[in-house]
């Protein structure tokens, strides 16, 4: 089993929709998360990161499920400009060192 | 501010040549700094880390090597290259909460 999992996609969503994708994760000894953003053929940048208690930016809101290890991202009215891949990121310690997993992402398109 | 350097954004190689990639970062001191590959289509893979000056964490074996010469400096490089070697060359930094950094990317194809 992969230590990050995520649904590829595509997500194929009518703009104004609500979108919602999960990413699972393996090691119960994972600390951190975040979910990244990723245009086409640009770098990751940062979308939020994943509290315990869930948090919420604007249109978004992340939220942990640590007994049922995933994160979940909900986009709320969906722009056109949210179409991109979302990339999930859990952060561990292991063996002092830190140790950061990729998600190879989920693809989402935002139709108008 | 933080901003991360990485150059040059794009190069084509024949196989067989050399490579070096550059990424410094500015407005912090002794952060973590780590280089990946992104192949066509697929996510994004762990080449080398760095915790300090002269240390390098490899975590795939291959024909690339790191080095870190200065505290904020980060250099990827091939004596030869591969076929397999092209894709989307990322540096990115950190500190101790964990959110990476990314640098613009190089994107490297190998004829």
């Known amino acids: 089993r992969k230590e990050v999992e995520q649904d590829p996609g595509p997500f194929n969503v009518p703009e104004g929709a609500t979108v919602a994708f999960n990413c699972t994760y393996s090691?119960?000894?994972?600390?951190?998360f975040f979910w990244y953003r990723q245009d086409c053929r640009k770098e990751p940048k940062l979308l939020m990161s994943?509290?315990?208690s869930g948090n919420e930016d604007g249109r978004f809101t992340a939220q942990l499920n640590r007994a049922s290890q995933y994160i979940s991202l909900l986009i709320r009215d969906s722009k056109l400009s949210d179409s991109a891949t979302y990339l999930c990121?859990?952060?561990?310690?292991?063996?002092?060192?830190?140790?950061?997993?990729f998600g190879k992402g989920t693809r989402l398109h935002i139709l108008p | 501010s933080q901003t991360i350097h990485q150059w040059p954004a794009t190069l084509v190689q024949p196989v067989g040549s050399p490579l070096s990639l550059e990424c410094t970062v500015e407005?912090?001191?002794?952060?973590?700094l780590y280089w990946y590959r992104q192949a066509a289509g697929r996510g994004l893979q762990l080449l080398f880390y760095?915790?300090?000056?002269?240390?390098i964490s490899s975590e795939v074996p291959q024909n690339l090597s790191a080095s870190r010469p200065q505290d904020r400096q980060f250099i990827l490089s091939s004596k030869k290259l591969l076929l397999s070697d092209s894709g989307f060359y990322l540096c990115?930094?950190?500190?101790?909460?964990?959110?990476?950094?990314f640098g613009e990317g190089s994107r490297l194809t190998v004829l």
């Open positions: 990115a930094w950190n500190n101790d909460t964990g959110e990476l950094f």
């Open positions: 090691n119960s000894a994972s600390q951190s």
């Open positions: 994943v509290y315990s």
């Open positions: 990121v859990v952060n561990r310690w292991m063996n002092r060192d830190d140790k950061i997993i």
């Open positions: 407005g912090t001191s002794n952060p973590n």
């Open positions: 760095s915790v300090g000056i002269g240390q």
